[in-house]
Antibody
């Protein structure tokens, strides 16, 4: 059974940093692109970033470029999202998701809540 | 841009639900549909515009190509009420704003 478990969410002040983690199991982690997708009441679902199987390619939505960094450790079956210079509009539930061939998401984690507020 | 309509669909168990998703430019058949219930992550229903994901009941069907897509739920059951999102994966990945199916 595919499982994705996020951790690392919490409350942070504007301008602060936070690192999300996602541990994967039940599939060959190193054989799949992986993504972070976030959800806010106002903007709905928004793809944030994804990373190639070996970590050599990374892509970001414009609103997080130069602030967020996606990475992975295939030996640990883990995906990460380093979030710096956080803004109030980054407040959201962040989901780890497995990219299926082509770019849809067949498997999602349970989500990690990130709240950016003073 | 992905535009879903209607925003809300009020139906009764046993009804047929028809949800629409329109892309601002052609995305071929690179479209997925998801169901989300309160407090849960989205669940993949359909990919490739019309292929049901593993374990998805046959009452869910998807159709369309290019810019116009439809998700049909034939014979709504109580567990089908929730929010449905479309997502294109032709050009990056973008979600629609959702259609709430309520009783």
């Amino acid at each position: 059974e595919v499982q994705l478990v996020e951790s690392g969410g919490g409350l942070v002040q504007p301008g602060g940093s936070l690192r999300l983690s996602c541990v994967a199991s039940g599939f060959p982690f190193s054989a799949y692109w992986m993504s972070w997708v976030r959800q806010t009441p106002g903007k709905g679902l928004e793809w944030v970033a994804n990373i190639y199987e070996d970590g050599s390619q990374k892509y970001y939505v414009d609103s997080v470029k130069d602030r967020f960094t996606i990475s992975r450790d295939n030996a640990e079956n883990s995906l990460y999202l380093q979030m710096n210079s956080l803004r109030t509009e980054d407040t959201a539930i962040y989901y780890c998701a497995r990219d299926n061939f082509g770019g849809y998401f067949a498997h999602w984690g349970q989500g990690a809540l990130v709240t950016v507020s003073s | 841009v992905m535009t879903q309509s209607p925003a809300t669909l009020s139906l009764s168990p046993g009804d047929r639900a028809t949800l629409s998703c329109r892309a601002s430019q052609s995305i071929n058949n690179n479209l997925a549909w998801y169901q989300q219930k309160a407090g849960q992550a989205p669940r993949l229903l359909i990919y490739g515009a019309s292929t049901r994901a593993t374990g998805v009941p046959a009452r869910f069907s998807g159709s369309g190509s290019g810019t116009e897509f439809t998700l049909t739920i034939s014979g709504l059951q109580s567990e089908d009420f929730g929010v449905y999102y479309c997502q294109q994966y032709f050009d990056w990945k973008m979600f629609g704003q959702g259609t709430k199916v309520e009783i």
